[in-house]
């Protein structure tokens, strides 16, 4: 996979084996897993296995989380990108494309989520030509559901998980599409 996005800040390129250390660093924080399923990493070999799972959904869908570089200090703050649900039911749906991030704490509150997003929403309808992007966030998890509904997406419905938890689904549909009807 050798695409690699620029914002005014930001540089968004495959993930790598060498962004593990600082990938560790942001999972294994408790605050980073707040509305993730309340399961930080502890072993540095966990955040391995996930940079290999995506580094193969690169070869298989051509597309997956990004790591997430601040142009000025070259440092990792997370992940972003848009990646091809085929593994896995949610909501009901499955063989779809999700839109998500996740940042290191120190980095919240800066915009980088917002200008990552913008970023991966433009690639995804101009580039890949996806009709459809979907979302989805826990429903208590506040400031990326306002993320989600600055950037375009629409709230579409609240929906449990196995555990009972709700979550809230979003959905934004290719804006030139629209255009041409």
Not at 22 to 46: C, G, R, S
């Amino acid at each position: 996979m050798n695409l690699i996005l620029e914002t005014n800040r930001l540089i968004l390129r495959p993930l790598e084996l060498t962004d593990a250390e600082a990938m560790f660093d942001m999972d294994k924080n408790p605050e980073v897993h707040k509305y993730l399923w309340q399961t930080p990493v502890q072993q540095i070999d966990e955040v391995i296995k996930v940079i290999e799972y995506v580094r193969g959904q690169y070869e298989r869908n051509n597309i997956g989380r990004f790591a997430t570089i601040v142009k000025e200090t070259g440092e990792f703050i997370g992940w972003t990108g848009i990646k091809f649900v085929d593994d896995h039911v949610e909501n009901g749906n499955t063989n779809f494309y999700d839109y998500g991030y996740r940042l290191n704490e120190k980095f919240w509150n800066k915009g980088y989520a917002t200008e990552a997003s913008k970023a991966w929403l433009d690639y995804g309808f101009n580039q890949m030509k996806i009709d459809k992007m979907n979302a989805y966030t826990h429903s208590e998890n506040g400031a990326s559901n306002h993320i989600l509904q600055k950037v375009g997406l629409k709230f579409m419905e609240e929906y449990p998980d196995k555990d009972g938890v709700i979550w809230k689904w979003w959905q934004m549909e290719n804006p030139l599409k629209k255009e041409k009807r």
